[in-house]
């Protein structure tokens, strides 16, 4: 099975990188990883994109590509909404096409954080700034054009606390019946995965 991550010089990429090719890298050899960031594939740039997916085939795309500068979105919405909203529904298109299973790294910023207790994946979203309406963006973008095939994974804790864990679960998350069931799923920190019922938003939840 190949495997591409994107945004490899990023924390997620340059962590899952870490990790598969470190001490544990015996649970993946049945899979071939293939890491690119800005030079190998320019999301800033929708034609670089159809042109590198037309030139490489991927059994499963984890994107971890993303404009993560919260603060700067601000003033720079378009950029922003580029990388988060446009290349990755540009991504879930193709990945529809080519028959692509795609695992989508979101964030709880989609959310306007005034809940008392950790968000759901059916909790109602509210973004209060640029970054997490971009983000929220992409994910109505894949959930539009992907029926199937797809997984949102939405981090409630630090990313650096989770990693190990995501990483874990990469195996079964997998598994194509599980995409193609389209469940939401819990990662705990054991690395291990419980599917619950379905719901409205079909996301992965990444939780302490």
Avoid: W
Wanted: glycine share 4%; charged share 20%; hydrophobic share 40%.
């Amino acid at each position: 099975m190949k495997i591409l991550v994107t945004g490899k010089n990023g924390q997620l990429g340059k962590s899952i990188q870490k990790i598969v090719d470190g001490k544990n890298k015996q649970k993946f050899k049945s899979y071939d990883f293939v890491f690119i960031g800005r030079n190998e594939l320019d999301f800033f740039n929708i034609s670089d994109i159809n042109y590198f997916f037309d030139n490489n085939y991927f059994d499963v795309v984890i994107n971890c590509a993303a404009y993560t500068q919260v603060d700067q979105a601000e003033s720079d919405e378009k950029k922003a909404n580029l990388i988060n909203h446009i290349a990755v529904k540009e991504i879930a298109k193709i990945s529809k096409k080519n028959n692509m299973n795609l695992i989508h790294i979101s964030t709880d910023f989609v959310f306007d954080g005034l809940n008392k207790r950790p968000y759901c994946e059916n909790d109602k979203t509210l973004p209060l700034n640029v970054y997490g309406k971009t983000k929220l963006a992409g994910e109505r973008a894949i959930l539009s054009i992907m029926e199937f095939n797809a997984i949102i994974l939405l981090s409630v804790v630090p990313v650096a606390k989770i990693i190990p864990f995501f990483v874990a679960a990469i195996p079964p998350l997998l598994n194509v019946p599980i995409l193609n069931s389209f469940p939401s799923l819990t990662i705990f920190p054991n690395g291990t995965l419980q599917s619950i019922e379905p719901v409205s938003r079909s996301y992965a939840t990444i939780s302490p």
